[in-house]
Every structure is written in C-alpha cells, then in structure tokens.
C-alpha cells in the first residue's frame, strides 16, 4: 500500500501564491507518476498537472498552464505544486494521486489507484 499526504492549503486572495506539498510513504517503489487533481463544489474532480520521479513526463492542464509548477524531491518522496497568479476559479480540494504500477499516467483519475485525503485551496475575489 501506498499512503499519500497533502498539506500546504488555506485561503490567498486572487493574485496570491500557495505551495502544495503531497508526502508519499509505504510502497513506494510501485508508483512512478505522480499528480494532482482538484475537484470544484459541484464539479467533476479534474486533472491539474504530472510528473514522474525522475523529474521528467511533466504535463498540465490548460487551464494552468504558465501559473502553476509540479516539481519532485524523489529522495524524501515528496511532490510539490507551485501555485502563483491564483484566481478564484482556482478554488477547490487538491488531491495528490499515484497509480499502483511503474508507468506514464494520463490524465484520467480512473487510471490512478492511491490518493490523499485532499486539502482545501481558496482563492478570495
């Protein structure tokens, strides 16, 4: 089994900057992607941004693209989430999320196996 922590949320006015942080622990050694997902009140939950553990196979969303930045520190199994320009629209749980084998992971949730409790992101007008 593999545990995943979030932490790092709270509320920032738009315009502001938060740094998520999602702290792997157990097998570790079956997961190779690593990526965060948000979901919205009444939304569906949805991709934000991949990376694998050697740094590479980085991808984001469109929607943000040239504000947000996945980076890794694969010695203390950690993934990290830069989050910079914040709008409120960006508002929602954030959930860091790995799949139970050593491959690229899409976007897709249902192709990932373990995910964290979540952490709340607000972003005031």
């Known amino acids: 089994q593999v545990q995943l922590v979030e932490s790092g949320g709270g509320l920032v006015q738009a315009g502001g900057s938060l740094r998520l942080s999602c702290q792997a622990s157990?097998?570790?050694?079956?997961?190779?992607?690593m990526s965060w997902f948000r979901q919205a009140p009444g939304k569906e939950r949805e991709f934000v941004a991949r990376?694998?553990?050697?740094?590479?196979?980085?991808l984001y969303a469109d929607s943000v693209k040239g504000r947000f930045t996945i980076s890794e520190d694969s010695a203390r199994k950690t993934m990290y989430l830069q989050m910079n320009s914040l709008r409120p629209d960006d508002t929602a749980v954030y959930y860091c999320?790995?799949?139970?084998?050593?491959?690229?992971?899409?976007?897709?949730?249902?192709?990932?196996?373990?995910w964290g409790q979540g952490t709340q992101v607000t972003v005031s007008a």
């Open positions: 990376i694998t553990w050697n740094g590479g196979n980085i």
């Open positions: 157990g097998r570790t050694s079956v997961t190779y992607t």
């Open positions: 999320a790995a799949p139970a084998a050593t491959v690229v992971a899409g976007t897709w949730s249902r192709e990932y196996d373990y």
